[in-house]
């Protein structure tokens, strides 16, 4: 039997570091309160190609968090805050 690899999450702060993170979790999986603290708040849920989803904090405009350059050329859309890019699966 082997062990899945974790679901890693890609995370791109406003300054434009890009680092990866793994759940903390003895069982390997996020729990939807991480992607939360990750973010700063409510989550909303952006489709991205190839079966990632990027997470990005849903008031955050409305907050005035800092554009994030970096996570909206990924994206293709200007986004503010940090941004999570996951694993559609990790979302489930």
């Known amino acids: 039997m082997s062990i899945p ?10 300054s434009g570091m890009v680092t990866e993170a793994t ?9 939807f309160s991480d992607f939360q603290s990750l973010v700063g708040g409510y989550v909303e849920v ?11 904090n849903e008031d955050g405009l409305a907050l005035g968090l800092a554009p994030n350059p970096a996570a909206s050329a990924v994206l293709g859309i200007p986004v503010v805050g940090t941004v999570v890019i996951v694993p559609a699966k990790a979302i489930r």
Do not use: E, F, Q
């Not at 690899?5 to 406003?14: H, K, Q, R």
């Not at 759940?23 to 729990?31: F, L, Y």
């Not at 952006?46 to 990005?56: C, F, H, I, N």
């Open 5 to 14: 690899a974790p679901l890693v999450a890609t995370i791109i702060d406003p």
């Open 23 to 31: 759940p903390a979790h003895a069982h390997g999986k996020w729990a």
């Open 46 to 56: 952006v489709r991205l190609p190839g079966g990632k989803v990027a997470l990005v």
